[in-house]
């Protein structure tokens, strides 16, 4: 199934917009459930398929899969708008950081 077949799935159920949160701790990438919301953003009664969340959770999964352990915390969101068919990823990146020590012993 493609971005634009979800769209119009979600366009004829009256979904505006779809919201993913995501967080990434302990090396583990988490997906929360989405939210659909309507134009007036109410909520939207509608159960996603698997086949519909894994395209719609798609664009988090490429930024992160390969780059997981250079991140020590990731908070955020990925926000659907349906009518323009575009997404916007948002949040919070921790990277690791090494410092350089030296300690007589």
């Not at 009256?14 to 459930?33: C, P, Q, R």
């Not at 159960?47 to 990731?74: C, G």
Request: no cysteine; proline share 1%.
């Amino acid at each position: 199934m493609t971005l634009d077949e979800v769209f119009s799935v979600l366009d004829a159920v009256g979904v505006a917009f779809v919201d993913i949160s995501f967080d990434i701790s302990e090396e583990e990438l988490t997906i929360y459930s989405s939210d659909l919301l309507s134009k007036d953003e109410t909520y939207v009664e509608f159960e996603l398929s698997k086949e519909l969340e894994e395209v719609l959770e798609k664009p988090i999964r490429d930024r992160y899969s390969d780059t997981i352990l250079d991140f020590d915390l990731i908070d955020g969101l990925l926000t659907w708008d349906v009518s323009l068919k575009k997404g916007t990823i948002s949040g919070e990146e921790s990277e690791i950081i090494w410092k350089e020590f030296e300690e007589t012993v």
